[in-house]
């Protein structure tokens, strides 16, 4: 299994800002995810990110509000731009291997003030 | 839509009794069904998956049942312990990587 960790566990932000989240995985992963979950709500899949290309978003998510690189086998970062009290939940990344097992980080809570 | 459905939402077990938790889903191209278990405040944990070729799952005391011709599949806890009080989520993946839908959640309260 892949151990995860996530960066920063939670912040308190002002709108209008971003906050960039970095998730770092102890072992090189094929798939890296991103999803949000509402507090008491299931996951939500934002995107998928690729090493060394643009990230793939579902539906309903965008580039320009949830930019996300991935430089490496090992680490990648969302951000949250130009934040709205909307955007406060919870962020979450998972990493995947061939054998489609997909373990899942910590969490960053984040509160939109 | 949602790709997967999960029921109960909630579910309030004995200690010792057997939890159940159900979930259904309509895409055939799906061919992975993990369940996670989540604790407040917490990432949500892999705890068992199966594939469509076989139809039960067992480990300890999580079994997963899988009907292929129906699309459902359901996690059984058999002596539920407090300690197994979370929110149990299932998902679905297709043959095409990892990506997973989950259903909605199910709060287990086992009571002592």
């Known amino acids: 299994s892949a151990v995860i960790s996530q960066k920063p566990s939670r912040d308190i932000c002002q709108r209008g800002t971003s906050l960039t989240i970095q998730c770092q995985v102890d072992?090189?992963?094929?798939?890296m995810f991103w999803y949000r979950q509402q507090p008491g709500q299931s996951l939500t899949l934002i995107a998928t990110?690729?090493?060394?290309?643009?990230?793939?978003?579902e539906s309903g998510f965008v580039i320009d509000k949830f930019p996300i690189s991935r430089p490496n086998l090992t680490f990648s970062t969302l951000t949250v731009s130009n934040m709205s009290p909307e955007d406060s939940s919870i962020y979450l990344c998972?990493?995947?291997?061939?054998?489609?097992?997909?373990?899942f980080g910590p969490g960053t809570r984040l509160t939109v003030t | 839509q949602q790709q997967v459905k999960q029921s109960p939402q909630s579910l309030i077990v004995q200690k010792g009794g057997i939890s159940i938790i159900n979930c259904a889903y309509e895409?055939?191209?799906?061919?992975?069904f993990p369940w996670y278990q989540q604790f407040p405040g917490k990432g949500p944990a892999l705890l068992i998956a199966?594939?469509?070729?076989?139809s039960e799952k067992k480990e300890g005391r999580f079994t997963i049942s899988f009907n292929k011709s129906a699309k459902q599949f359901s996690l059984h806890i058999m002596d539920s312990q407090p300690g197994d009080s979370a929110t149990y989520f299932c998902?679905?993946?297709?043959?095409?990587?990892?990506?997973?839908?989950f259903g909605t959640g199910t709060s287990l309260t086992v009571i002592p």
């Open positions: 998902a679905a993946g297709p043959n095409t990587g990892n990506q997973f839908y």
């Open positions: 199966i594939r469509p070729d076989v």
């Open positions: 072992s090189q992963v094929t798939m």
């Open positions: 998972s990493a995947g291997g061939v054998d489609y097992e997909q373990y």
């Open positions: 895409n055939t191209a799906f061919d992975y």
């Open positions: 990110a690729n090493q060394g290309s643009e990230a793939t978003y």
